[in-house]
């Protein structure tokens, strides 16, 4: 089984909410910090935000802040994404990686050996 496996997503209705789970397997995830991405056909990778190992730091970036929420359950061994208010513009294949150990604005410099989920693709349409 791939070590981060991501579940959700699919089509959602402009102004609904997306949510997406990041479930690991065979190595313990609350070992690292962990980052969700997107990419929108035609542009680059847009890393959205992360969580701190113990979940007791998040960084969102700017222009998804005050939608998106990351979370963890480190009895589950996973990390989710929640993002309220979805327009078009969120359209995307989303992605969630393991970024280090440590969430900060520096987290979309993945390590070379992080994990990254499959990216599940986010539709935005009524």
């Known amino acids: 089984q791939a070590p981060l496996v991501q579940s959700g997503g699919g089509l959602v209705h402009p102004g609904g909410s997306l949510s997406l789970s990041c479930a690991a397997s065979?190595?313990?995830?609350?070992?690292?910090?962990v980052g969700w991405f997107r990419q929108a056909p035609g542009k680059e990778r847009e890393g959205l935000g992360c969580?701190?190992?113990?979940?007791?730091?998040?960084y969102y970036v700017g222009s998804v802040k005050g939608r998106l929420t990351i979370s963890r359950d480190s009895v589950r061994n996973a990390a989710y994404l929640q993002m309220d208010n979805l327009t078009p513009d969120d359209a995307a294949v989303y992605t969630c990686?393991?970024?280090?150990?440590?969430?900060?604005?520096?987290?979309?410099?993945?390590?070379?050996?992080?994990?990254w989920g499959q990216g599940t693709q986010v539709t935005v349409s009524s």
């Open positions: 969580i701190a190992p113990n979940g007791g730091t998040t």
């Open positions: 990686a393991t970024v280090g150990v440590f969430c900060s604005g520096s987290f979309t410099d993945v390590p070379d050996h992080a994990y």
């Open positions: 065979g190595f313990n995830l609350e070992l690292f910090a």
